[in-house]
């Protein structure tokens, strides 16, 4: 498109702005055009509200030739269900028949995929693997997307420069994500292979093992759901940060923290005594902190099957319960937990309770 012959005012691209706004915006509008922006696109655009994100847009889907599914699915040799499969697993959404809207990166990642099948890994493990990757994405592009756009929005001096410094950003940032990505695959891969996945049981027996014995602890914040009442979300935000922090710095090998469900953390290891030792700590650091209320630990060991990075079973189910039951500021464990450190440490009688979901009565412990 040639900028310089579009009247960008009567097609109503500067519609509402006036003065140094406007100017900046009419430059922007310029270079779009000269770097090959149509003006459909930029009308687009402008009805969305996102002109200063088109050069972003641009950065991390580059203009050039766009396919169908159908033949994407064609050129790397996959088959369409497949594709479509992967698609979803990663959380995006899947164009229409007709629609020309996919470039390279998907056909790359069609090719990828078509190697792994061929490598003979099977298709339905392949997706349970992508779903894990796509929300674990989802999570770094939304922190990472948010940090990046109030560092721009607080220095900025106009839209032009909000989108340029934003392409800026991400033309940076994408080499040093895949770094990043790389030295924490292989790092936390080798470790989980070391501990838990391969070892003389499973080499004798040909394969992995199913249901295992872990030690399972959940941290949960005291008064969550009431301190929302009265915190604005900026702040109510920091407070499950701050429980994220605490708990990544707290949980080292064997233990590691499995996941964050909003005012919780939980953490694992096939070992029972570290499991204890972080708990506590974790326990010992929130009541260090000013800005965190207490905690109500609850921990369990016991059979869980480990699925996609996540933890399934009665060990879970019962370290979640412990929590509620749990004295603020104390850390509560079953019997066998108990048991498996029985000297190391100080534990004191809790009594017996019936817990929903639970059969029996389950004799409950507080470690110090």
Not at 55 to 61: L, M, N
Not at 130 to 156: K, P
Not at 288 to 297: N, S
Request: proline fraction near 4%; charged fraction near 30%; charge should be negative.
């Amino acid at each position: 498109m040639d900028a310089v012959s579009v009247d960008f005012e009567s097609k109503g691209l500067l519609d509402g702005l006036e003065g140094d706004a406007r100017e900046a915006r009419l430059q922007l509008l310029e270079e779009l055009g000269d770097d090959g922006v149509s003006l459909e696109e930029l009308e687009a655009a402008a009805e969305e509200d996102r002109i200063a994100l088109l050069p972003v847009e641009r950065v991390y889907d580059p203009p050039g030739e766009r396919y169908t599914v159908e033949e994407i699915a064609d050129e790397a040799g996959v088959p369409v269900e497949a594709l479509t499969r992967y698609q979803r697993a990663l959380g995006l959404r899947v164009p229409g028949e007709d629609e020309r809207v996919a470039g390279e990166h998907l056909l790359e990642m069609a090719k990828l995929l078509r190697g792994f099948l061929d490598a003979g890994l099977p298709e339905d493990g392949l997706i349970e693997v992508t779903r894990v990757i796509g929300l674990a994405m989802s999570q770094v592009a939304r922190a990472v997307s948010q940090i990046t756009a109030e560092t721009v929005l607080a220095d900025a001096k106009s839209e032009r420069d909000v989108a340029m410094r934003l392409a800026e950003a991400a033309r940076l940032l994408t080499p040093m994500a895949n770094e990043i990505f790389d030295h924490a695959f292989r790092v936390h891969q080798l470790e989980v292979l070391r501990s838990e996945v391969v070892g003389s049981e499973q080499i004798q027996s040909g394969r992995l093992a199913g249901s295992q014995e872990y030690t399972v602890a959940f941290a949960d914040l005291v008064g969550f759901t009431k301190l929302g009442e009265r915190l604005d979300p900026d702040e109510y935000g920091a407070v499950t940060e701050r429980l994220a922090e605490l708990a990544a710095e707290i949980a080292e090998p064997p233990v590691r923290l499995v996941k964050l469900i909003g005012d919780a953390a939980m953490l694992a290891s096939r070992e029972n005594t570290p499991v204890v030792n972080a708990a506590l700590a974790l326990q010992a650091a929130a009541k260090e902190a000013d800005d965190l209320p207490d905690l109500r630990i609850g921990i369990a060991r016991g059979s869980a099957l480990p699925r996609a990075g996540d933890l399934y079973g009665r060990a879970v189910n019962l370290a979640s319960r412990l929590t509620a039951l749990a004295r603020p500021g104390s850390v509560l464990a079953d019997l066998c937990a108990m048991e498996a450190s029985k000297d190391d440490f100080d534990w004191s009688s809790a009594g017996s309770k019936r817990i929903k979901g639970i059969r029996g009565q389950v004799k409950l412990y507080r470690a110090r």
